[in-house]
């Protein structure tokens, strides 16, 4: 079978006279169904173009298909669909005015178009020659991007001027001259084999207005002549129904747009209801620093908007512990020279004043986690000075643990610690101003919750929402996120924001709080990141499983159990001015508004300078106003003139049936 991108294609669903369509999977053994714009099509920008708009619009109409990866740059442009989402190929297909038949032998489809008056086929359907009935309406647009998956957010805007519905409009014949660019196919794609001609009807002598006397070889004096010859019947007045027709039709046409107009104004986020989450897809990454929602789940899905919300909020955190270790009792040093370690966990910011909350074990490790860790560092000393073996290190650990203590300089100070906090890509050891310093200001202990409170120097940070009262059971679904690196270097290792869709395996206790446990992390300094709901807000607190060998990152606690400690701290979790607009820029994104979503936006990066999510959203939304080829907010001038419309076409049906129903019998 063949590959297309990143997928291996298993069966055939079909082919038209542009392309073929394949059930496929990923390098992850995901099934998707896979759309492929073959032969001449594949050549012809024309077409290249309406096959991208098409995607783009099924991706952002009420109940279309959004696809999971896609490459329009590619020699044989094509589009994956995850099989929950139904035959993604096939409607897109379908958007293009393109039925799908049964796949051929060979799995190339030559993309031609059938010649009612030639036997054989010409290479591809011009798309401005006069088009013929199709099965699905072909919708209009403007290019979007010429790139395969945006470094930035996929718009994914229906790519006409006024909402297009996702289903196809069966049957209508469709404008010779395709709007924005969009081909239109120029023969009809169904309904027979390609070159049948339509057979003329044979005529009926019933109702025949012919006298039988007049009829040739007929005796008018004839026995069986009749005497008195009946009057021809009266014409019908079948232009007058026709005409009643084609208003009834356009009638139905003028009052659906309205019902399209109207209805895409009350388009609502995608997270909006929602507290489930779908499997996520990866596509590729881009230059946006920090978090890019877009890569790491669906484009345009709820995931993304919930990531997209949450994400500005992440920050990552390096503490130095510095101090000695020496003998509990007599304060006699074990090794001369201060000993110094590094912790390194994620945190997220919960109001602008720059108050985060993290893990204690990350930014104030208990006294016999500190001191284990300050005597690896003087085994490991003594080692280089041989002194000590390998073989040895784990056993004078053992040895000392219970007799000594890591103090300040002095024995009865304690040891120092130095916070730095990064928003976005961070690099370990950096203290200059792209890190912010901070203080603990509340820690709660390891089997109290494992939660501290941070404040760092620094106000005007984007903060996120929490969900205090979110209740989780075994087989839930959550979005993790927090930081990992895959840089063996520690000291400067690149550390950067992941997120992840996990599942809770069972609800434990963790001293006097129930945590929820789960199947997956998303890397080591993950620990004081967050789960979310769909709605973009902060349910738990990632932390390590100490149940497990390696103390994976697979607990979260739940916000709730934070709800004490802040209040101790006299400090209130909520959102600014900028969070507020930039959630209601995402909204108006994520709903296809773009002339509101560039405003809010805009304001939103303006006010908040450290969101680069803000820019890059609004950015898009740019995009998409092009797209659509609007910049302004939606007129009403298209809703006053569809109901003008509609009142001239009522008149006339009046005006059409009065006489036929006043006509004498």
């Known amino acids: 079978m063949r590959s297309v991108g990143p997928y291996r294609c298993t069966e055939a669903l079909g082919a038209c006279l542009v392309g073929s369509a394949w059930w496929a999977l990923d390098r992850q053994d995901r099934l998707v169904t896979l759309a492929l714009l073959e032969g001449a099509a594949a050549q012809d920008q024309r077409w290249r173009t309406a096959f991208r708009d098409a995607a ?16 329009f740059s590619a020699a044989q442009p094509w589009a994956a669909y995850p099989s929950e989402e139904g035959m993604g190929a096939q409607r897109l297909f379908q958007t293009l005015g393109m039925d799908l038949g049964p796949a051929p032998e060979e799995p190339a489809v030559a993309a031609s178009g059938p010649d009612p008056t030639a036997t054989s086929t010409p290479d591809a359907p011009d798309p401005a020659s006069p088009a013929q009935p199709v099965s699905a309406q072909p919708v209009s647009g403007q290019p979007v991007s010429a790139q395969p998956v945006s470094a930035y957010p996929v718009s994914g805007q229906p790519v006409s001027a006024q909402p297009v519905s996702a289903q196809p409009v069966s049957g209508n014949p469709v404008s010779g001259q395709p709007v924005s660019g969009q081909p239109v196919s120029g023969h009809p794609v169904s309904g027979g084999p390609p070159g049948w001609a339509t057979q003329p009807a044979a005529q009926s002598a ?57 209805g895409d104004e009350a388009t609502g986020p995608p997270g909006a209801g929602r507290d489930t989450f779908a499997a996520p897809a990866t596509t590729a990454e881009g230059p946006v620093a920090g978090l890019r929602p877009w890569t790491q789940v669906t484009p345009l899905s709820v995931e993304e908007q919930a990531l997209a919300v949450a994400g500005p909020s992440l920050v990552f955190i390096e503490v130095t512990f510095t101090g000695y270790v020496r003998n509990r009792d007599t304060g006699v040093l074990v090794h001369t020279g201060a000993v110094s370690f590094v912790r390194r966990c994620s945190g997220f910011v919960v109001n602008p004043d720059g108050h985060v909350l993290t893990s204690s074990s990350c930014v104030r490790p208990a006294d016999d986690a500190a001191r284990q860790v300050a005597l690896d560092v003087v085994a490991r000393r003594l ?66 919750g494992d939660v501290a409170l941070v404040k760092l120097a620094r106000e005007n940070l984007p903060a996120v929402e929490l969900n205090t009262a979110a209740e989780y059971a075994s087989g839930a679904t959550l979005l993790i996120v927090g930081y990992d690196t895959g840089d063996t270097d520690f000291r400067a290792a690149l550390h950067t924001p992941r997120g992840k869709l996990v599942t809770v395996t069972d609800v434990a206790r963790l001293g006097q709080t129930s945590v929820y446990r789960t199947n997956g992390d998303v890397g080591r300094t993950s620990h004081g990141g967050y789960a979310l709901d769909p709605q973009g807000r902060v349910v ?27 209040g101790r701290a006299g400090v209130s979790p909520r959102l600014g001015a900028a969070d507020q607009r930039y959630r209601a820029g995402l909204d108006a994104y994520f709903a296809g508004r773009y002339d509101t979503a560039v405003t809010e936006l805009g304001a939103a990066a303006g006010e908040s300078p450290t969101n680069l999510l803000a820019a890059a959203y609004r950015d898009s939304a740019v995009e998409g106003q092009r ?39």
Do not use: M
């Open 56 to 71: 783009e619009a099924l991706a952002r109409a009420n109940g279309g298909n959004r696809y999971v990866a896609a490459d």
């Open 206 to 262: 019933v109702g025949s207005a012919t006298p039988l006397a007049a009829q040739a070889g007929a005796d008018p004096l004839g026995p069986n002549a009749r005497r008195i010859q009946p009057s021809a019947p009266a014409r019908r007045p079948v232009g007058r129904w026709v005409g009643v027709a084609v208003t009834v039709l356009l009638l139905v046409a003028v009052g659906g747009g309205l019902v399209v107009v109207w």
């Open 383 to 448: 080692v280089r000075e041989e002194k000590l073996t390998d073989g040895q290190v784990a056993g004078w650990i053992g040895r000392n643990l219970p007799t000594t203590g890591f103090t300040g300089a002095e024995p009865a100070a304690p040891a120092t610690s130095e916070l730095y906090a990064q928003l976005h890509d961070a690099r370990g050891g950096v203290t200059d101003e792209q890190a912010v310093p901070g203080v603990v200001v509340e820690a709660l202990p390891a089997d109290g």
């Open 540 to 566: 738990g607190l990632l932390n390590r499983d100490r149940a497990r060998p390696d103390e994976a990152n697979r607990v979260v606690v739940p916000a709730g159990a934070v709800t004490d400690l802040l």
């Open 627 to 665: 797209a659509v080829g609007t910049v302004t907010s939606r007129s009403p001038w298209p809703v006053a003139l569809l109901a003008g419309a509609a009142g001239a076409l009522l008149v006339a049906l009046v005006v059409l049936l009065v006489p036929a129903v006043r006509r004498p019998r």
